[in-house]
């Protein structure tokens, strides 16, 4: 549970997004118009078919990681490497959020909802993060003072940190109902049904004489 949330709270944060109904509307245009991208065969990589199962989960490990780590160094007043973990997990953002939604595309009318907004949290902190790294490249441009003679965070370097903070804490609540989407909802983590397969029965399988 996230530091600071109570149980009743991180109810009405899932019931909330799951009972979004008014995006029902707009997640049906988006649906064709994203499937003919998940239909392709760039679609299918996208969505893991050489691998077996979805991509979106592994790759976004990039992007969180590296800005996760980007906040470590800030912390460590390590202003240059901070930035380049920004522009790494930048770069790795694109093909996460196509593989994101492609995946979506297989989703039901309540996942659709919930990972339409799910998108929209991790897309403004993604913003963030662009806005981020711009405003610290501009402040280690040659010539460009980032550091007072005491060694201080100027303003401007000090308002790039505020502006991936606050990325970092979107994508962690972005994280948060991603994780709701596949773990509680199910999305795309579901084993497809074999036709003409045997029911699956709990007594015997936990019969003596199962070997199985």
Do not use: C
Not at 13 to 31: F, M
Not at 32 to 55: E, T
Not at 126 to 133: E, N, V
């Amino acid at each position: 549970m996230p530091v600071g949330m109570t149980d009743s709270q991180m109810e009405i944060l899932y019931s909330g997004t799951e009972s979004a109904a008014w995006l029902d509307g707009p997640a049906e245009v988006l649906r064709k118009q994203v499937g003919r991208l998940a239909d392709s065969p760039i679609g299918a990589v996208l969505h893991g078919a050489p691998v077996g199962h979805p991509l979106h989960p592994a790759l976004v490990a990039v992007p969180i990681g590296a800005w996760t780590a980007a906040g470590v160094f800030d912390a460590l007043r390590q202003p240059e490497t901070a930035r380049r973990l920004i522009g790494l997990g930048l770069l790795a953002t694109p093909p996460t959020v196509l593989a994101g939604w492609v995946d979506w595309v297989h989703t039901d009318t309540v996942q659709r909802r919930v990972g339409l907004i799910h998108a929209a949290v991790n897309g403004a902190g993604a913003a963030l993060m662009a806005l981020s790294y711009r405003q610290r490249r501009r402040s280690s441009a040659p010539g460009a003072v980032t550091r007072s003679a005491a060694g201080a965070v100027t303003r401007s370097a000090a308002g790039a940190v505020t502006l991936s903070a606050a990325g970092t804490v979107l994508i962690g609540l972005g994280g948060l109902l991603g994780g709701h989407l596949a773990y509680s909802l199910g999305a795309n983590v579901r084993p497809p049904e074999v036709p003409n397969a045997p029911v699956y029965d709990p007594v015997l399988a936990d019969s003596p004489g199962d070997t199985a």
